[in-house]
């Protein structure tokens, strides 16, 4: 599953199956982004409770101060802490919307921010941090 369709599905709280409709973004890499439209939420990998495997998680809504994220940031949450490694912004080229309500225009872009892109992989441990920023501008 693209990461797009995971955030999308995490940001309306849906389940979405791989066979889900392919959403037309382009990505690209950033050095700064300018969070001031959106909120900023750490999400995460936990063990799922019953049978194996991880799952993805809304962790919290982080109280971040700057308007402005870039790589070398250090983002902190609670008990949690996510170096800001990485980058990336996801554009939407297509309208999105869900039982007749629009849910993203065309244009709205996504940012997710990680240590690296191991840091989104479901890995063994059910270790990933990251964090997603909506309504977020990169600046150049």
């Given at each position: 599953?693209?990461?797009?369709?995971?955030?999308?599905?995490?940001?309306l709280g849906m389940q979405v199956s791989q066979?889900?409709?392919?959403?037309?973004?382009?990505?690209?890499?950033?050095?700064?982004?300018?969070?001031?439209?959106?909120?900023?939420?750490?999400?995460?990998?936990?063990?799922?409770?019953?049978?194996?495997?991880?799952?993805?998680?809304?962790?919290?809504?982080?109280?971040?101060?700057?308007?402005?994220?870039?790589?070398?940031?250090?983002?902190?949450?609670?008990?949690?802490?996510?170096?800001?490694?990485?980058?990336?912004?996801?554009?939407?080229?297509?309208?999105?919307?869900?039982?007749?309500?629009?849910?993203?225009?065309?244009?709205?872009?996504?940012?997710?921010?990680?240590?690296?892109?191991?840091?989104?992989?479901?890995?063994?441990?059910c270790s990933g941090l990251w964090l997603r920023?909506?309504?977020?501008?990169?600046?150049?």
């Open positions: 599953m693209t990461a797009i369709v995971r955030c999308v599905a995490l940001l066979s889900a409709h392919a959403l037309d973004y382009e990505i690209s890499a950033a050095k700064a982004i300018d969070v001031s439209g959106g909120k900023v939420v750490l999400l995460g990998h936990v063990r799922q409770e019953k049978g194996s495997g991880c799952k993805s998680v809304m962790i919290g809504v982080v109280e971040h101060k700057a308007d402005i994220i870039k790589v070398g940031d250090t983002i902190r949450h609670r008990d949690y802490t996510v170096p800001v490694g990485e980058i990336e912004v996801q554009t939407l080229l297509e309208d999105i919307s869900w039982a007749g309500n629009m849910i993203m225009n065309k244009g709205d872009s996504v940012c997710i921010m990680a240590e690296d892109r191991e840091a989104l992989s479901m890995d063994a441990e920023a909506d309504n977020c501008k990169p600046l150049r």
